[in-house]
């Protein structure tokens, strides 16, 4: 790509157009089935599958763990696996603003193809757009996943039971606090980066080890309060979790101590949430800690029946001080474009 940015001819379906796939995405994203150059990708298909869709509009677009093309290879790869998959297949589409740096774009790209590249899923296709300046904030993604279903049955969000243990991968907050900073200029004590990262590979150990997996879930937006309370929502169940047992990095909880946030409202990008048999809680933990992503996974919770005072769908904090609140979902935005 000769040109310095993003030209609205890149959006015309001409030669700037196929200059900019073949040039920049196919360079990037290259494999046998993206190579054809097809309106759509052949796939061989046989068995159950997963799919998911989502939509990235971080900003900022660069910061300190990812990117946005980085972000939305995990963030889809990460959803397909919560339903006991293992991710194949990405499409991805690009809504680029006239004028953004070709150098930013580039380098995006090149982040999102080595992201798929380790997670081992191939971009297969996808579509690129381009809009005059002002009429979108530089670059949006939308990406579509496709797995196959490895885990039999496979986890659900309403699947939780009586007595579960409730297992968290790892810390909680990182990539919501990191992105908050990185917008506003914020100089933390400490160092705070994203925690984007893919976790087929560790669903995969958690549904082959260990098996019988009730649920999996990663606590993306609303971060893990909203998580476990869909979850409760989802199982008519309570989820009973214990504030001194959840991972919060000393950065991260200094950080919201300073800025009046709540770590257990932040998103996540690289976490799970498992509820398994209490029985096969320390053979899950111990696959989990295997992993980079799960080296300080921990139990913090049971699933417990409704009754007495807590009904069926909430979520029970236990405090540091050994007293018992009710934690609720997330009101309103805390901090829009987070993903």
Do not use: W
């Not at 360079?27 to 061989?44: Q, V």
């Amino acid at each position: 790509m000769n040109e310095a940015r993003v030209l609205l001819d890149y959006g015309s379906g001409g030669k700037a157009a196929h200059r900019l796939v073949t040039d920049l995405f196919v360079r990037h994203f290259s494999n046998p089935i993206l190579a054809t150059l097809n309106d759509a990708a052949l796939l061989e298909f046989s068995g159950q599958f997963a799919m998911s869709t989502d939509g990235y509009t971080v900003d900022p677009l660069e910061f300190p763990g990812g990117d946005i093309g980085r972000l939305a290879v995990h963030g889809t790869v990460n959803d397909v696996s919560m339903l006991g998959a293992r991710p194949l297949y990405l499409s991805c589409a690009f809504i680029l603003e006239e004028g953004l740096p070709m150098p930013l774009l580039e380098r995006i790209v090149a982040s999102m193809g080595e992201a798929a590249r380790e997670a081992g899923v191939r971009i297969v296709t996808g579509d690129t757009k381009v809009v005059p300046r002002g009429a979108a904030d530089k670059l949006f993604i939308t990406t579509t996943g496709i797995g196959e279903i490895i885990a039999k049955p496979a986890p659900s969000g309403n699947g939780a039971k009586e007595g579960d243990a409730i297992l968290l991968s790892g810390s909680v907050g990182d990539h919501g606090l990191t992105i908050l900073a990185q917008r506003e200029g914020l100089s933390l004590d400490a160092d705070v980066a994203s925690d984007s990262a893919a976790l087929h590979h560790m669903v995969a150990a958690l549904v082959t080890e260990v098996g019988d997996i009730h649920v999996l879930r990663d606590p993306t937006r609303g971060g893990l309060a909203t998580t476990l309370n869909e979850i409760a929502l989802q199982s008519g169940v309570v989820c009973a979790v214990r504030e001194a047992d959840i991972p919060v990095r000393p950065g991260v909880a200094a950080g919201c101590a300073v800025l009046g946030l709540d770590p257990l409202y932040l998103a996540n990008e690289g976490k799970l949430l498992c509820c398994v048999p209490e029985e096969k809680s320390e053979a899950a933990l111990h696959v989990m800690r295997r992993f980079a992503e799960g080296r300080y996974a921990a139990a913090v919770g049971r699933v417990e029946a409704p009754g007495g005072k807590t009904d069926a769908g909430q979520t029970l904090l236990q405090t540091r001080l050994g007293g018992r609140r009710l934690l609720g979902m997330l009101e309103g935005e805390q901090l829009p474009r987070i993903c």
